[in-house]
């Protein structure tokens, strides 16, 4: 596969489908390249069903109905989705036809040329920490996340873990799930303590000083057995388990892309610009003093990045494009 775009969007995350909607609008064609599956970055892949208070305009709105409203907005330019593909090696298109142009190359071999990258890959690539027990049970009934939870719907669900991830699934499972058991090898928790106190009030059962010794079944999960505080064993029915014991992250190949970097997040200046020629970084990913991680900044560090390279691209073009409400 090759393809030719204007602007190539590192991330599928929040930041990068503004980005893609932002880009649209200053009539740049688009791709958005991303590893994971779905668009929707971190909040698709972790906590899809959470509520998230501090995206303006919204005093309460869930992760997946946010991604999909972003989506939405995205999609009235139609830019090139590249899910499930991961961005490798970038290069600069050498020669007089090159014209400075980049190039990415993907995992699975395809290329993409842009007159510019923007970089919105979050907190990079992050792979979930293993349950020992678990090991040959990944999608045979253990998961890590849980992107769609009318699956477990009737099932008896063990989740493991005592941070707010563990915590949050519980919230969102107690309703469909025949039974939720929070299972944590220590008795204090890393979660929020008002979410924590908002599980036990429903009931949830709580295994603490505890850890996972076996999952079992025939032909699926059907029982986990646990270790307990003083030798003693219990079995728990379960056809799911939820691992949420964290996660660790790192940038993966963009840290080879002669960027700037600063404990795995890219050096960007006031205009968004990496210290690589026609590379830009916007959200979570992007440092500078005083930034603050949060959606609502990642969506104004984008557009900040899109009119820039806007300017870069066609030198006759105005940063400011006027508002989006006088569009016709």
Do not use: C
Request: aromatic share 6%.
């Amino acid at each position: 596969m090759e393809l030719e775009v204007d602007l190539l969007i590192v991330g599928a995350g929040p930041t990068g489908l503004f980005a893609a909607y932002y880009a649209g609008f200053r009539d740049l064609s688009v791709a958005l390249v991303d590893a994971l599956p779905e668009a929707g970055g971190q909040i698709t892949a972790m906590y899809p069903e959470k509520m998230i208070f501090d995206v303006a305009g919204f005093p309460a709105v869930r992760g997946r109905e946010l991604v999909t409203a972003l989506v939405q907005q995205a999609d009235q330019w139609q830019p090139t989705y590249l899910l499930g593909r991961q961005a490798r090696t970038l290069s600069t298109v050498d020669g007089p036809a090159g014209g400075g142009r980049l190039e990415v190359g993907l995992a699975d071999g395809g290329v993409v040329r842009a007159g510019a990258v923007l970089i919105t890959a979050g907190i990079g690539e992050f792979r979930p920490r293993p349950l020992p027990a678990g090991d040959g049970w990944l999608d045979r009934g253990m998961v890590h996340f849980v992107p769609k939870l009318n699956v477990h719907t009737g099932q008896d669900v063990v989740v493991v873990g005592g941070g707010d991830s563990a915590f949050d699934w519980a919230l969102a499972l107690h309703p469909i799930a025949a039974s939720v058991t929070l299972v944590h090898r220590r008795a204090t928790f890393r979660a929020h303590p008002p979410t924590v106190r908002q599980v036990r009030e429903l009931g949830v059962e709580i295994i603490t000083d505890a850890e996972v010794l076996e999952l079992r079944g025939d032909e699926g999960l059907t029982e986990v057995e646990l270790g307990l505080k003083g030798g003693d064993r219990k079995v728990l029915p379960a056809q799911a388990v939820v691992a949420a014991l964290g996660f660790t992250a790192d940038l993966g190949p963009i840290e080879s892309w002669g960027l700037e970097l600063d404990h795995r997040a890219v050096l960007v200046d006031t205009t968004m610009r990496t210290a690589r020629d026609r590379v830009y970084a916007a959200g979570d990913v992007a440092h500078y003093p005083g930034k603050v991680k949060l959606i609502a900044t990642g969506f104004g560090e984008a557009a900040t990045a899109v009119n820039n390279i806007a300017v870069l691209l066609n030198p006759e073009a105005h940063l400011f494009p006027g508002h989006s409400s006088n569009a016709t």
